[in-house]
């Protein structure tokens, strides 16, 4: 099963020309401006149990492929450009999705029946359309909401109680994960 994670407030949180804080790392982005973010500190066990089902899980992002892989390099997330599926990525997906299930994405072809995203926000940015019509959109009808797994947003607060509600959160979309994961396995 292939497991896609959104990045921006599901593994790290991000602030625009932010005053300096100490629990930030700071990059120039480009032309764009200085950002800062936080890692979620449950990030990298999100990560590490997604990749111990599927050794290709990506990231799933409606921004660019330039700052997901700077958030994933600062923070030592693993991901490399075959596992970073950007906004460009769903215009291409977009194309190709029409009457079939099946991606292309670096000339590798992605059957999305069975595969989960697990994002703080049921809606993406992407055009004004409902949560689920755009993920018919980009995916095809096998994509419903059992593929999306929510998850508790994280907004940078890394204090203890924050920290316990992130385990709790953590808990819960790994559970979710694995129901996914038995369905799949019985289809
Ligand atoms: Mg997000």
Known sequence: MRIFLDLDDTLIHSVYN?????????????????????ERPIAKDLIQFARSID???SILTTATMDWAMAWSNVFQFGFDENHIYDRHAFTTWRTSIYGGTDIIWNEKSLNLKHAVIV???????????????????????????????HMRAFDGNVSADALKADERALDLTQKKILERVEKSLTN
Do not use: C
């Open 119 to 149: 994002d703080n926000n049921h809606l993406i940015n992407l055009h004004d359309a409902s949560p689920i019509h755009k993920m018919n959109f980009l995916f095809g009808e096998d994509f419903d909401d059992e593929n999306w797994i």
């Open 55 to 57: 050794p290709d899980v």
């Open 18 to 38: 932010h005053k300096n804080n100490k629990n930030r790392t700071y990059i120039q982005f480009k032309d764009d401006g200085r950002y800062g973010s936080v």
